[in-house]
């Protein structure tokens, strides 16, 4: 099982893309995926997650609290705005702008521990900043996606705190409990919960893109250079970020693919949770979790030689 999971690991990044492909130009074979799965997906990702997290990964924040608090206020701050001014700059509708919005408030995706790990970066840093973001998202996200479309649409923050409380810190918190009581028994599943994981990221992609295949098509190129440019730009801001601070070469890398990574999956139910009227909203959510699978594992090559 062990082999299995680091094969899946190892090619995460095409096995989405593959799924994708087949879901957005032959939706038939993966409408039985339906959409109302989609949270208990994300929550199984969230639970393994809390699975493999220890009280010990928070320790980082009190060691470095200045290094945490630098890519938390980053990735708050600089991928929000990405997302509004690239919105705008593009001219997306308000339904894209919205999916788009969701994307740049999420916090970072849980993948960034393990592109940071396979590019030599700071790991510890890496966890100590998700798990601060994460915990800060009921919070920060509604606020951040009010504060951006509050003149484009209603933004439902109520919805939204609930739903990332259900969704992701529920399960994070009963995953590390679970690890703390039972951890002589989660190691031994340590190595099936990749794998696990990756199915459920792989079944999100499929539910989404399948169910607005004719959407995303519909959209034009226009959606995919947004995506792709919010992706690449925050990981720029996020190394540039490192720079200024005059951080090491581990830690810049942590950083900046902290903020380059977006947990999509939660920006994707977030959309249908908060924003049930505008169905575009969760496409960029969805092309978001195939792209930075893709990115981050060429972003892992590069950094590794450095």
């Not at 799924?19 to 130009?25: G, K, R």
């Not at 339904?95 to 521990?113: K, R, Y």
């Not at 009963?174 to 951890?183: A, D, P, Q, R, T």
Request: proline share 4%; net charge positive.
């Amino acid at each position: 099982m062990k082999k299995i999971s680091e094969v899946i690991g190892k090619y995460m990044a095409w096995i989405v893309l593959i799924i994708a492909a087949l879901a957005l130009f032959v939706p038939g074979t993966c409408l039985w995926i339906q959409t109302g799965w989609i949270n208990y997906l994300l929550m199984i990702v969230m639970f393994g997650m809390g699975l493999t997290m220890k009280l010990s990964d928070f320790a980082v924040v009190f060691a470095r609290p200045r290094d945490v608090i630098i890519g938390c206020l980053a990735q708050f701050i600089v991928m929000p705005l990405l997302a509004f001014g690239l919105g705008k700059a593009f001219g997306l509708s308000n339904e894209l702008l919205v999916g788009v919005i969701l994307v740049g408030t999420c916090p970072g995706g849980t993948s960034s521990n393990v592109i940071t790990y396979l590019s030599k970066g700071d790991t510890a840093l890496s966890v100590g900043m998700t798990s601060i973001n994460t915990l800060l998202a009921p919070f920060l996200t509604p606020a951040l996606t009010y504060l951006y479309l509050r003149t484009t649409v209603n933004v439902d923050v109520k919805s939204m705190f609930v739903s990332i409380i259900q969704v992701v810190i529920v399960p994070i918190g009963l995953g590390l409990m679970i690890n703390k009581l039972f951890g002589k028994y989660t190691q031994k599943i340590s190595d099936v919960l990749p794998t696990v994981s990756v199915t459920a990221i792989c079944l999100i992609v499929a539910a989404v893109v399948s169910h607005n295949s004719e959407k995303i098509l519909s959209t034009g190129l226009v959606i995919f250079a947004v995506v792709i440019l919010h992706n690449l730009l925050g990981y720029l801001c996020g190394y540039l970020i490192g720079v200024l601070f005059k951080m090491d070469l581990p830690r810049k890398k942590a950083v900046a693919i902290e903020i380059g990574m977006q947990n999509s999956g939660l920006a994707t139910t977030l959309a249908g949770a908060a924003f049930p009227n505008l169905a575009m909203a969760t496409v960029p959510g969805a092309i978001f979790s195939v792209w930075h699978n893709i990115s981050g594992a060429i972003l892992a090559g590069v950094l590794n030689k450095l």
